[in-house]
């Protein structure tokens, strides 16, 4: 873990350090990145990823809920400890996203760049995305719990499309969605031991 933690810190240092005064190259980059998709959107992909943002929280919430039903209604400690543990993972990267929206306080892509056109707006800070800790909080977690194909599988589709959606919309850098898929990620690792 400590040596996840001191990754994820050069990370964001190489990020975020000073570079003479001039637009980092990161951010650079990920403009760029963001407008190369911007260019291929279509109304479907829109909408399907419109869907996606959407219905993540809802998600959240209904993964542990469901674990923690099935177990109770089948009488399975393991299930229930394992809702736990998945509703902990996730509760914990948010608490972690806010903190570290207040320290950072990058701009979303569409503020910082005028001449972006994103499909949503969003309120608040863009670093980490939000969006992408808690479904790869909950992705990773479940396949902690689980480590079967057929959950880790979707789980992982699942977190990854989740990431993209908030890129396409135009509310996140790519930087966001990595530093937001390594802190769900971590958090769920970090909380490991709750798990049965």
């Known amino acids: 873990?400590?040596?996840?933690?001191?990754?994820?810190?050069?990370?964001?240092?190489?990020?975020?350090?000073?570079?003479?005064?001039?637009?980092?190259?990161?951010?650079?980059?990920?403009?760029?990145?963001?407008?190369?998709?911007?260019?291929?959107?279509?109304?479907?992909?829109?909408?399907?990823?419109?869907?996606?943002?959407?219905?993540?929280?809802?998600?959240?919430?209904?993964?542990?809920?469901?674990?923690?039903?099935?177990?109770?209604?089948?009488?399975?400690?393991?299930?229930?400890?394992n809702a736990l543990y998945v509703a902990s993972s996730t509760a914990v990267t948010a608490l972690v996203n806010v903190g570290l929206k207040h320290i950072f306080k990058r701009s979303r892509p569409f503020k910082k760049y005028p001449n972006f056109i994103s499909v949503r707006t969003a309120g608040g800070y863009s670093f980490p995305s939000g969006h992408t800790s808690s479904a790869f909080a909950t992705a990773s977690a479940l396949s902690r719990a689980y480590g079967k194909w057929y959950v880790v599988a979707p789980s992982l589709l699942w977190a990854s499309s989740v990431g993209y959606s908030r890129m396409y919309l135009g509310v996140h850098f790519p930087s966001d969605v990595l530093a937001g898929a390594v802190l769900g990620t971590g958090a769920a690792f970090a909380l490991d031991g709750l798990k049965k």
């Open 1 to 81: 873990m400590k040596r996840l933690a001191f990754i994820f810190i050069c990370w964001i240092n190489c990020l975020y350090g000073p570079v003479l005064g001039q637009e980092k190259p990161a951010s650079t980059i990920d403009i760029r990145i963001l407008e190369s998709i911007a260019e291929t959107r279509t109304a479907p992909q829109t909408q399907t990823f419109k869907v996606l943002s959407d219905i993540n929280n809802y998600v959240q919430i209904a993964v542990p809920v469901g674990l923690l039903v099935a177990g109770a209604v089948n009488d399975d400690k393991a299930m229930r400890q």
